[in-house]
């Protein structure tokens, strides 16, 4: 599997020369492009690039030239592939045609075998040499690397892929993950007694406290963008997706404990389109909460562990009754009730939800879930 370490470097009196090829991969990417993104309009891509080959190799050497024709190839392979999954409807939204790379935040690359890392210095083609600092958690065969400037920050980073062995784990029991955002996860573990809740609320309250920071600024300054408002736009980011790593963490080390071998999840796919839930629910839906970064770290985690991770189709699992399989039009309830007026019983909306999940991953019958009634225990 691949994994990718992140370090920051300290060019010192090497950076105008860093920045420079930085500027030039940017240049050379951007170039081909231009004349991509040109043609792409006229009706058919002119994917030729012996011209920018020969023009910049003698700058960027010719493997570091030839990572970017590929990294641009890759780019235009993707967009193909996104356009063809939307078409087929395995896409919600249109993909747009591969862009420029930023000016102000230079990026270059680096072929696996043209750089190499002794004690603190990295080595790179024609003898330059840049400090480095950080953590590289992955060991194995390096592949491409990717090194960036953050023109907010005034720092440079380098992305490390590795090629790691697969962790496999001896556990057999499956967990099943109701997916939210006042609750994150609400989840639970076979032979559990009861469900647990890991809350979103702390992330609702600091994404409240960011957005009107921002906001406020945004009046004081009278513009939309500025670096004080990237910074804050950043830092707002930053919090979020920390805490939601520290949540998958925390249940990723539940899961080890608990043996479990396969984690079953609903998939929101099309919850940004299926009708209004409240001003502030749909305020982060639409502009903040990236359920894609959530499903995406929790597969990272699960899988650095050996677990594997299965989303499901979740329709109607908030609408059904977890005990006699009804949809109640009204059974949901505020502050997060469900309840069953065949049965005269209220539950949690959310465990409720789980319960749907685990009964039709596993084809059993209603009522087979007596955990559900149970109350749920609340992670902090």
Not at 53 to 80: H, M, P
Not at 154 to 167: G, L, N, S
Not at 191 to 201: T, V, Y
Not at 280 to 288: A, D, E, I, P
């Amino acid at each position: 599997m691949r994994r990718t370490n992140t370090i920051q470097l300290v060019p010192g009196a090497q950076e105008e020369e860093l920045m420079h090829r930085a500027r030039v991969s940017v240049a050379l990417h951007n170039t081909i492009n231009y004349r991509r993104r040109q043609s792409y309009f006229t009706g058919k891509v002119d994917y030729s690039t012996t011209y920018e080959y020969n023009g910049f190799k003698t700058v960027l050497g010719s493997a570091t030239t030839q990572q970017i024709i590929r990294k641009c190839d890759e780019e235009w392979k993707s967009y193909w592939a996104l356009l063809k999954l939307w078409k087929t409807g395995g896409l919600e939204d249109k993909t747009g045609i591969p862009g420029y790379w930023d000016k102000k935040n230079p990026t270059t690359l680096m072929r696996n075998d043209s750089y190499r890392f002794e004690d603190n210095i990295l080595k790179l083609p024609k003898k330059l040499e840049v400090k480095w600092k950080g953590n590289k958690v992955w060991t194995g065969k390096q592949g491409r690397m990717e090194i960036f400037y953050k023109n907010d920050s005034k720092k440079w980073y380098a992305f490390i892929p590795m090629e790691v062995e697969a962790t496999e784990t001896t556990g057999r029991k499956t967990a099943y993950i109701d997916l939210g955002i006042k609750n994150i996860f609400t989840c639970w573990i076979e032979m559990a007694s009861n469900a647990e809740i890991f809350s979103g609320r702390p992330i609702l309250a600091d994404w409240r406290y960011s957005t009107d920071k921002l906001s406020k600024l945004q009046s004081e300054l009278g513009k939309r963008s500025s670096k004080r408002l990237r910074r804050l736009y950043t830092k707002r980011q930053r919090r979020f997706r920390h805490a939601i790593n520290t949540i998958v963490a925390r249940f990723t080390r539940k899961c080890v404990s608990a043996d479990v071998s396969k984690v079953v999840i609903g998939d929101v796919k099309g919850i940004r389109n299926s009708g209004s839930k409240g001003r502030t629910t749909n305020s982060l839906v639409h502009n903040f909460w990236s359920f894609g970064y959530v499903y995406d770290r929790l597969q990272t985690t699960l899988e650095n562990n050996g677990i594997d991770l299965l989303r499901v189709n979740e329709a109607y699992t908030s609408k059904t009754c977890c005990l006699c399989g009804v949809i109640h039009k009204n059974g949901r309830k505020h502050r997060g009730l469900y309840v069953c007026p065949d049965h005269g019983v209220s539950m949690n909306a959310d465990v409720n939800g789980v319960a749907n999940i685990k009964q039709n991953n596993n084809c059993e019958p209603p009522g087979s879930s007596n955990w559900a009634m149970a109350s749920p225990l609340r992670v902090l």
